[in-house]
């Protein structure tokens, strides 16, 4: 048999697997699918929405042109992309994944970037936001704002190792004929030109414009929430079925190697599918120390997780930016925060002399800069749901507005 074949028989057996045991466990697979339908609609969902659609009107009137041009003295040397990498970079980190993805994708479509520059940027700027860190991990399963300090430092300088080191990739392609030609230092002249052109360039209403931003972003987060809970579900099932014991046995003997209780095991490999439960178990941890701890959640929060990285392939599909280099960004992301995780821990922290570690003194007592992304995740929490309901059915009224016009 060839390999296609051989691809076909094993996708096919696979997908009907997980479908009968679907069938055998329908309590365990709906109960699964609430969570990650919970999950996506409180949080995901209210938290992505506002960017997306602010990044459609930000490419539309030319604001991305307008920070290329004033970014590229700085992001073509450091990272071999346009200076527009800014605009994702800085987009991506505020509002969390999948944004970046979204984003480079949306700047392939619009030609501003190669296939190549996409597969560098968007292996950097995919990065988890400071409320998810500083609000559901430091103080919602660690009760403890000024973890997220550390957590926060080691994942976005990783991010940044990552896109130096990603910089060097593909060197040997060759150069695009046809590409934006920024000046070489830095003008405000030359950025505002170019952003009145790209504006003028868009011949559509403001009002059909707002339209296609929220139909475009709504598309995306029903997507992302498609994701959410299929790998919800697919978790608990291999959880059910034993096939995470399997995996457990070869995590345990890597975490032997490194000196971490096994305990952390299936932690990991729940992280490894889904980033939020995979954190909330490393917090119930009892065995192992705050700092073991916070090396593997910062592993887990770099690698985003196979449901995240799904839905970056599927975002990805629609170009022809390749998943491969995302995803073996993701592992080596995973292994630099982690290390990073580890030796700054003792900066940030004083810890006692107790043997396990149990009792940690953080250095930061004053949590004035977690507090900002601590009261607007809780906020989120208590209205997302208000947000999310209002936001579809707006969606549903423009869909419904748009099909009696045809």
């Known amino acids: 048999?060839?390999?296609?074949?051989?691809?076909?028989?094993?996708?096919?057996?696979?997908?009907?697997?997980?479908?009968?045991?679907?069938?055998?466990?329908?309590?365990?697979?709906?109960?699964?699918?609430?969570?990650?339908?919970?999950?996506?609609?409180?949080?995901?969902f209210p938290s992505l929405l506002p960017f997306f659609i602010m990044s459609e009107f930000l490419i539309r009137f030319g604001v991305v042109s307008f920070i290329g041009a004033l970014f590229e003295p700085i992001m073509r040397p450091l990272f071999r992309v346009p200076g527009s990498g800014g605009f994702v970079w800085a987009m991506g980190l505020a509002s969390g994944f999948p944004a970046g993805a979204k984003l480079t994708a949306r700047l392939r479509q619009e030609e501003k970037i190669t296939a190549v520059e996409g597969?560098?940027?968007?292996?950097?700027?995919?990065?988890?936001?400071?409320?998810?860190?500083?609000?559901?991990?430091?103080?919602?399963?660690?009760?403890?704002?000024?973890?997220?300090?550390?957590?926060?430092?080691?994942?976005?300088?990783?991010?940044?190792?990552?896109?130096?080191?990603m910089r060097f990739y593909g060197s040997n392609e060759p150069l695009p004929k046809k590409r934006n030609h920024y000046p070489k230092r830095f003008s405000i002249k030359y950025a505002v030109q170019l952003m009145h052109e790209?504006?003028?360039?868009?011949?559509?209403?403001?009002?059909?414009?707002?339209?296609?931003?929220?139909?475009?972003?709504?598309?995306?987060?029903?997507?992302?929430?498609?994701?959410?809970?299929?790998?919800?579900?697919?978790n608990e099932i291999l959880n059910i079925i034993n096939i995470t014991l399997i995996i457990s046995f070869f995590i345990t003997i890597i975490l032997g190697f490194l000196q971490m209780p096994n305990e952390l095991s299936p932690a990991i490999i729940q992280g490894l599918f889904e980033i939020t439960l995979g954190s909330q178990l490393v917090s119930n941890s009892v065995k192992s120390t705050l700092l073991q701890q916070a090396v593997i959640v910062s592993f887990i929060l770099a690698f985003n997780g196979l449901s995240v990285q799904a839905q970056v392939a599927s975002i990805l599909s629609e170009t022809d930016i390749r998943f491969r280099p995302f995803f073996l960004a993701r592992c080596f992301h995973g292994f630099v925060s982690a290390f990073l995780t580890y030796y700054l821990f003792d900066w940030l922290y004083v810890e006692n002399s107790a043997p396990m570690g149990d009792h940690v003194i953080p250095v930061f007592q004053h949590t004035d800069v977690s507090s900002l992304f601590i009261y607007p995740y809780n906020w989120l929490l208590e209205w997302g749901f208000f947000i999310t309901a209002s936001s579809?059915?707006?969606?549903?009224?423009?869909?419904?507005?748009k099909y009696q016009q045809k």
């Open 119 to 165: 597969e560098r940027l968007v292996s950097f700027t995919n990065a988890s936001n400071p409320l998810f860190i500083f609000g559901a991990i430091s103080v919602g399963f660690f009760q403890n704002a000024a973890l997220g300090i550390v957590l926060a430092a080691s994942h976005y300088v990783g991010n940044i190792i990552v896109g130096l080191v």
């Open 1 to 44: 048999m060839n390999a296609s074949l051989i691809k076909t028989i094993l996708y096919g057996s696979t997908t009907t697997f997980i479908a009968v045991s679907f069938m055998i466990f329908p309590k365990e697979a709906y109960e699964a699918s609430i969570r990650g339908l919970s999950m996506w609609w409180d949080v995901v």
């Open 198 to 234: 790209e504006r003028l360039n868009d011949k559509r209403p403001f009002g059909k414009m707002m339209g296609d931003a929220v139909h475009s972003a709504i598309q995306t987060l029903l997507m992302i929430g498609g994701f959410i809970i299929l790998f919800s579900v697919l």
């Open 392 to 401: 579809l059915l707006i969606w549903v009224v423009l869909n419904l507005f």
